[in-house]
């Protein structure tokens, strides 16, 4: 697994989240994003684990891509290898890119992969 810190600021990936020029400068994010290399899946019950690319992930969420149709607000499950599993909400989709928000997870335990 390979883990590189690289958020420094203003940096988009066209939702605007973490455009500081859209917010005054001030970044909107909660939680410092890093970018991650892991083996993952994604799992939108009741169907089967599908594979996804992360691009970015924090104690709060994840950005990724997936060729899995999924829907605002759907509950998933997100498998990391040599990790476990997270499960979360879907806060923003396109047709192949999705960002996901962390629900009930163990952030001591998640610092540790991040």
Same mark, same amino acid.
């Given at each position: !697994?390979?883990?590189?810190?690289?958020?420094?600021?203003?940096?988009?990936?066209?939702?605007? !989240?973490?455009?500081?020029?859209?917010?005054?400068?001030?970044?909107?994010?909660?939680? /410092?994003?890093?970018? #991650?290399?892991?083996? =993952?899946?994604?799992? +939108?019950?009741?169907?089967?684990?599908?594979?996804?690319?992360?691009?970015? !992930?924090? #104690?709060?969420? =994840?950005? !990724?891509?997936?060729?899995? =149709?999924?829907?605002?607000?759907?509950?998933? #499950?997100?498998?990391? +290898?040599?990790?476990?599993?997270?499960?979360?909400?879907?806060?923003?989709?396109?047709?192949?890119?999705? =960002? /996901? #928000?962390?629900?009930?997870?163990?952030? +001591? +335990?998640?610092?540790?992969?991040?």
């Amino acid at each position: !697994m390979h883990v590189s810190h690289w958020f420094t600021g203003k940096y988009s990936w066209g939702w605007g !989240m973490s455009d500081s020029s859209a917010t005054g400068g001030r970044e909107r994010r909660r939680h /410092i994003r890093v970018r #991650i290399s892991v083996d =993952a899946r994604i799992e +939108a019950p009741p169907r089967a684990p599908q594979p996804c690319d992360i691009y970015d !992930m924090s #104690i709060g969420g =994840a950005l !990724m891509e997936t060729r899995v =149709a999924l829907r605002l607000g759907q509950h998933v #499950i997100l498998h990391l +290898a040599d990790f476990g599993v997270i499960e979360g909400r879907v806060a923003r989709v396109t047709s192949t890119v999705l =960002a /996901i #928000i962390f629900e009930g997870v163990d952030q +001591a +335990a998640l610092g540790v992969l991040l």
